[in-house]
T-cell receptor, first 111, second 116 residues
């Protein structure tokens, strides 16, 4: 079983739509959770960390559900510039500060 | 500016010709790691380092070497490159201070390697 699993998509949504991505993780002792954005052939860039109480940054909302071991990312009012691949990343100190990546979810926002 | 710097950005080489991809970070991070990214396979870890003189194999270490003689540098060495090592490579670093358990990975801007 993979450490982190993500629906690869692709998600094709119209501008202005709300879209949600989910990601599940297998290590119940995982401590840190992140969403990264990756544009084609570029490096992944931190979009937001995910905190236990959930957190919001403008149009982006991240949630963590420890009981069910999943994290989610909600994008409201999608923009064309949101088109990218979104990576779920989980960090587990009990496995030596290792980071585990989902394979990424592809999003295309259509005019 | 806090950053991870990789060089070169692009490299075309021939089979068997030794090469080194450099990685340097200026954030005093303990943890550094190398990944390769191939279409449909996502990011796969090659090697990582928890601190100076401490390195460990990741998921795909075959054909690669690393060293961590200084905290800021973590070069990736391909002693005898082969065409199956053609890929996009990323270096990344993170703080692993107990008080910084939420510290995310910071990525370099990538090295696109082609081995012919």
């Amino acid at each position: 079983r993979k450490e982190v699993e993500q629906d690869p998509g692709p998600f094709n949504v119209p501008e202005g739509a709300t879209v949600a991505f989910n990601c599940t993780y297998s290590n119940s002792a995982s401590q840190s959770f992140f969403w990264y954005r990756q544009d084609c052939r570029k490096e992944p860039k931190l979009l937001m960390s995910v905190y236990s109480s959930g957190n919001e940054d403008g149009r982006f909302t991240a949630q963590l559900n420890r009981a069910s071991q999943y994290i989610s990312l909600l994008i409201r009012d999608s923009k064309l510039s949101d088109s990218a691949t979104y990576l779920c990343v989980v960090n587990s100190l009990n496995t030596g500060n290792q980071f585990y990546f989902g394979t990424g979810t592809s999003l295309t926002v259509i005019p | 500016e806090a950053q991870v710097t990789q060089n070169p950005r692009y490299l075309i080489t021939v089979t068997g010709k030794k090469l080194t991809v450099t990685c340097s970070q200026n954030m005093n991070h303990e943890y550094m790691s190398w990944y390769r990214q191939d279409p449909g396979l996502g990011l796969r870890q090659i090697y990582y380092s928890m601190n100076v003189e401490v390195t460990d194999k990741g998921d795909v270490p075959e054909g690669y070497k690393v060293s961590r003689k200084e905290k800021r540098n973590f070069p990736l060495i391909l002693e005898s490159p082969s065409p199956n090592q053609t890929s996009l490579y990323f270096c990344a670093s993170s703080s692993r201070d107990r008080d910084s358990y939420n510290s995310p990975l910071h990525f370099g801007n990538g090295t696109r390697l082609t081995v012919t």
